[in-house]
Structure formats: C-alpha cells, structure tokens
C-alpha cells in the first residue's frame, strides 16, 4: 500500500519587491530540518520549522513591519486546511497562506489588490516605501508612546509655551525618528523617541511631558 504524503502550499509576499513567493512543502521536507522560502530578489525569505510537539514554526517577513513576525500552528492546521492565513499582528493584511495552491494563489492576489489600494492612497511608489511608511520600528514600542501621551494630555500634565491658565491644544504625529508632540496653539514641540522597546518603557514613567 502506498501512502499519500502530506504535503501543502505555503506563500508569502516579499516586502521589499512586493513578489509572491509560494511553494509546495511537504511532510518530509519538514521532518528533515528547516524549510526556507526564499524570493528571487535575494531580500527576503520565509522559514518553517516542524517541532518535537508536532508544532508548525514559521517566521514570516511582514510587507508592513522591519521584522519578521512568528507563528505557530498545529500540524493538523498546516497540512488540512483548504486555506489558512496568517494576518500581520498590527493590521488586517494576510502575510502567510497556507493550503490548497489555487486558494493560496487566490488569497496573495486578493492581498496584492489591497496593498496596492494601500499604496495609491498613501502616495507612495513601492512595496518597499510603504514598510517603511507604516510601522516606525515597532509597533508596540508606537503604541507604548502614543498611549502615555493622551494619558498625560488628558491628566493636563503637557506643559508648553501657552500662557498660564489656557489649555493647549495637542497633536501627536508618528514619523520615522519617533511621535512628535506639538501645541497647534504655541507651536512649542517634542520629538520622543521610539527606537526600542527600552525607550518606550522608559517614557511609560514619566510623570509629565515639556514641550520647547
């Protein structure tokens, strides 16, 4: 008797050609040691790792974020399922398919359509462009930040150049050295840095922000 091995189709995009990268992997080529999916501009590559406890490890680089994101899926989930995707942590975007290849082909254009919408209205002219556009350096660390910042805004502990008594009017603008936070009334601002993880803790105590 012969047996029928295991075997899907797995893709991602690469985020810096914006290419979809999609491969056939089986049962074997995971029992081995590690699978690597590589894409054709030499700039990005997926890789697949099959656990002791039956776990399927993937590292996927992300079309939005600098690093990869990792997952992990049962073995029942990777090999079974007619489509399974893998959305970014940080937004809605699917980047990693896994499944019958016709799903998986359909999955990466319905992807391709989104991203490309992405980048007419963010006026920007490649995939590359638009990772670097959307996530500072990491999400958390962003999130971390602007967190603090409306909680001091809204606890009044923002100081700026606005007499004593008028309330200021607050804007927090994420770019790529960090949030900028400036009175729209006094025009006084700050740039925090958002860098790492480190930094982004380190603002967390802060007990008021001083806008110059």
């Known amino acids: 008797m012969i047996l029928e091995a295991k075997q899907t189709t797995v893709a991602y995009r690469c985020p ?3 290419t979809g990268v999609m491969s056939a992997v089986g049962i074997f080529n995971l029992s081995a040691d590690m699978v690597k999916l590589k894409c054709s501009c030499g700039e990005s590559e997926m890789t697949i790792r099959f656990g002791k406890d039956g776990k399927v490890r993937l590292t996927v680089p992300c079309i939005l974020c600098p690093t990869p994101h990792h997952f992990s ?8 399922k007619e489509l399974f995707a893998l959305p970014c942590p940080y937004s ?3 980047i990693c398919m896994m499944g019958d290849c016709n799903h998986v082909k359909a999955e990466l254009s319905r992807t391709e359509l989104k991203l490309l919408d992405m980048l007419e209205k963010s006026g ?11 996530i500072l350096s990491d999400p958390q660390v962003t999130e971390i930040v602007t967190y603090v910042i409306k909680e001091l805004d809204a606890e009044g502990r923002i100081r700026c150049r606005c007499p004593e008594g008028v309330e200021g009017d607050y804007d927090a603008e994420i770019g790529r050295d960090g949030v900028r936070v400036t009175c729209n009334r006094c025009g006084a601002t700050k740039l925090i840095a958002a860098d790492s993880l480190i930094s982004a803790h380190e603002f967390l105590n ?3 922000l001083e806008l110059e």
């Open 206 to 208: 802060a007990d008021s």
């Open 92 to 94: 809605d975007i699917n």
């Open 124 to 134: 920007l002219e490649s995939f590359d462009a638009l990772q670097g556009e959307q």
């Open 16 to 18: 810096h050609c914006g």
């Open 73 to 80: 899926v049962s073995s029942s989930v990777f090999f079974s």
